[in-house]
C-alpha cells in the first residue's frame, strides 16, 4: 500500500502571490486533513475534507482553500500569500466520516517559503 | 478550546537511560490521545494511540504511554533510549471534531 504522497517538497514564492499544494491520500483512505507547521511548533490544523467538501476548519482566513477529488486527492490553495506563511504543510489522510475517530497518516510535507 | 501542552521542550539523554515525555491536555469529554515521532528529514510516525480500554498503551519500538484520565496527561515512557530514538515527539488529541490538536513537541537528543 501506498502511503500519502504530497507535492512539491519544497517551493518558494513571493509575498501576494498565490500556490497550490497537492496530496495523494493513502490507498483506501477517503478523508484528507491539511495541517501548517510552522517552525519550533507542532502541527496546526488547517482544514478536513471528506467527500469533497469541506468538513472542519481551523483558525485560517478565508484565503486559505482546498478541493478534494473523486479519488479522494485533495489540494491546498493559498492565495494573497504573507511571510508568516512560510512553513511546512502537511496532508494527512484517514479512513473514516465526521465524528469517526481513526489514526491520521501523515505525508512528507510541502516545505513552503515566502520571500 | 482544546490544548496539548508538552512540558519539556528539549531533553538531552544518554544512551540506555530511561525516558518519560509529559503531555497533558485539556477536555473534559471523550478524548482519543496519540504521540507521534518526526525522524530528522521525515514525516510523522505513528508510535501509539490511546482510543479505550487499558490505559497503558504499547506502541512501537519500545515506546509505552499511560493514560491517566484524572490528571489529564498521557505520557510517554521507555525504559532504555537508544541513539536512533533522537526525534521530536509529538503529543495529539482528538475529541468527537475530525482535527488534531498537537502540542508544541519535544525535542529529544540521545547522546551516544
Known amino acids: 500500500e501506498t502511503g500519502v504522497t504530497q507535492s512539491p517538497t519544497h517551493l518558494i514564492k513571493t509575498r501576494g502571490q498565490q500556490v497550490t499544494l497537492r496530496c495523494s491520500s493513502q490507498s483506501g483512505h477517503n478523508t484528507v486533513s491539511w495541517y501548517q507547521q510552522a517552525l519550533g511548533q507542532g502541527p496546526q490544523f488547517i482544514f478536513q475534507y471528506y467527500r469533497e467538501e469541506e468538513n472542519g476548519r481551523g483558525n485560517f482566513p478565508p484565503r486559505f482553500s482546498g478541493l478534494q477529488f473523486p479519488n479522494y486527492s485533495s489540494e491546498l490553495n493559498v492565495n494573497a500569500l504573507e511571510l508568516d506563511d512560510s512553513a511546512l504543510y502537511l496532508c494527512a489522510s484517514s479512513l473514516g466520516g465526521p465524528g469517526q475517530s481513526q489514526g491520521n497518516t501523515f505525508g512528507s510535507g510541502t516545505r513552503l517559503t515566502v520571500v | 478550546a482544546q490544548s496539548v501542552s508538552q512540558h519539556n521542550h528539549h531533553v538531552i539523554l544518554s544512551e540506555a537511560a530511561s525516558l518519560e515525555l509529559g503531555c497533558n491536555y485539556s477536555?473534559?469529554?471523550?478524548?482519543?490521545l496519540f504521540w507521534y515521532v518526526q525522524y530528522p528529514g521525515q514525516h510523522l510516525q505513528l508510535l501509539l494511540k490511546y482510543f479505550s480500554g487499558d490505559p497503558l498503551v504499547k506502541g512501537i519500538k519500545g515506546f509505552e504511554a499511560e493514560f491517566i484520565k484524572s490528571k489529564f496527561s498521557f505520557n510517554l515512557r521507555k525504559p532504555s533510549v537508544q541513539w536512533s530514538d533522537t526525534a521530536e515527539y509529538f503529543c495529539?488529541?482528538?475529541?468527537?471534531?475530525?482535527?488534531?490538536?498537537f502540542g508544541q513537541g519535544t525535542r529529544l537528543t540521545i547522546n551516544p
Open positions: 495529539a488529541v482528538k475529541s468527537g471534531a475530525q482535527k488534531l490538536v
Open positions: 477536555y473534559g469529554g471523550t478524548v482519543n
